[in-house]
Antibody, heavy 121, light 108 residues
C-alpha cells in the first residue's frame, strides 16, 4: 500500500524556518517518482509549493522559490521541505503528494493526511 | 502561468448533471493535456478524480468525466449523488503546477 505521511511542528513563530518531513512507504524515491508539497490555508484553495524527483531534480513555486528548499533522503524514504522567514499568511494545512505518472505529470494520485501549521508569535 | 478561474459554487439535485469550468489554461496545457481535477470533502484529503483531461483513475466512478474547449477545462458529474457534495479543484501543469480557486458543489 502506497502511503505518505507528513510531520512537523504545529506552531512556528514569525521569521523562523519551518521544516516539514514527508515519509513515504509502498514506493521508492528512486523509481522515477516525484513528490510535491502542496498547502491549503483554512477555507482556501490548494497551492503548489515544490517538487522533487528521483533524479534529485527540483522545481519551486515562482512566488515562493526564494524561501523554499526541497530535498529527499532515499535511504529514509523521506522528502523534506524547508520554508524560511515564515509569516502568519503561511498558516494552513501542508500536504505531500505523489506525482502520478512521474515525469508525465498527470497529477497527484496519493496524498498524505496533511499536517497543520500555525504561524503565530 | 496565469490564474485558473473556477466558479465559486454550483448546485444540482440528485440525479442531475453539473459541469464545473476551469478557465485560463495556457496553450502548453492544451497541447500536452496536463489537466487534473480533485474532489475534497470538508476536512478531508483531496482525491484525484480526473487526469490528463479525460482519464479516470482506477476506482473513480464513470459519472465523472472531463473535457476541454480552447483554454477552458470542464468537469462533468452526472447522476448526482449526495456524496458528490464537496469542493472541486482543477489543476494544470506547464513546468509548474497551478490550482484553480475551487468550486463548492452543493447537492440540493
Amino acid at each position: 500500500q502506497v502511503t505518505l505521511k507528513e510531520s512537523g511542528p504545529v506552531l512556528v513563530k514569525p521569521t523562523e524556518t519551518l521544516t516539514l518531513t514527508c515519509t513515504v512507504s509502498g514506493f521508492s524515491l528512486i523509481d522515477r517518482m516525484g513528490v510535491s508539497w502542496i498547502r491549503q490555508p483554512p477555507g482556501k484553495a490548494l497551492e503548489w509549493l515544490a517538487q522533487v524527483f528521483s533524479n534529485r531534480e527540483t522545481s519551486y513555486s515562482t512566488s515562493l522559490q526564494t524561501r523554499l528548499n526541497i530535498s529527499k533522503d532515499t535511504s529514509k524514504g523521506q522528502v523534506v521541505l524547508t520554508m524560511s522567514n515564515v509569516d502568519p499568511a503561511d498558516t494552513g494545512t501542508y500536504f505531500c503528494a505523489r506525482i502520478f505518472g512521474g515525469a508525465l505529470f498527470y497529477g497527484f494520485d496519493i496524498w498524505g493526511q496533511g499536517t497543520w501549521v500555525s504561524v503565530s508569535s | 502561468q496565469s490564474a485558473l478561474t473556477q466558479p465559486a459554487s454550483v448546485s444540482g439535485s440528485p440525479g442531475q448533471s453539473v459541469t464545473i469550468s476551469c478557465t485560463g489554461l495556457s496553450s502548453g496545457v492544451a497541447t500536452y493535456n496536463r489537466v487534473s481535477w480533485y474532489q475534497q470533502h470538508p476536512g478531508k484529503v483531496p482525491k484525484l478524480v480526473i487526469y490528463e483531461v479525460t482519464q479516470r483513475p482506477s476506482g473513480v466512478s464513470s459519472r465523472f468525466s472531463g473535457s476541454t474547449s480552447g483554454s477552458t477545462a470542464f468537469l462533468t458529474i452526472s447522476a448526482l449523488q449526495a456524496d458528490d457534495e464537496g469542493t472541486y479543484f482543477c489543476c494544470s501543469f506547464t513546468g509548474s503546477w497551478l490550482f484553480g480557486g475551487g468550486t463548492r458543489l452543493t447537492v440540493l
